[in-house]
């Protein structure tokens, strides 16, 4: 079943400056062959739910297997019938605007 995810997977309690262990996290993201999207805060990953998941998995434990605490905030939408969520909900919000 097609999901949409925006997950934020991040280190916890290792100082100020993220953006090198986030960017290990989004890489696995990015390798894994799902359409996906990074933002400030979040990255969105859309596609069969199995997939997505280890996906999610595969992100957090870069951070995890190394020892470092890893904090993550999901968000999900499953929503039977629908594909291509990742741009069609915001093409109809626009559409409204």
């Known amino acids: ?17 993220l953006a090198k262990d986030v960017a290990e996290v989004v890489k696995v993201i990015r390798d894994s062959g799902l359409k996906n999207r990074t933002y400030s ?5 859309e ?3 199995d997939k ?8 957090t434990f870069v951070l995890a297997e190394k020892g470092i605490r890893t904090e993550v905030i999901m968000k999900m939408d499953i929503r039977p019938g629908y594909e291509n969520m990742m741009d069609e909900k915001l093409k109809r919000m626009e559409e409204k605007m």
């Open 1 to 17: 079943m097609n999901t949409l995810v925006a997950v934020a997977i991040a280190p916890f309690g290792v100082g100020d400056e």
């Open 41 to 45: 805060m979040f990255t969105e990953i």
């Open 47 to 49: 596609g069969e739910w």
């Open 52 to 59: 997505v998941m280890e996906t999610v998995k595969k992100a």
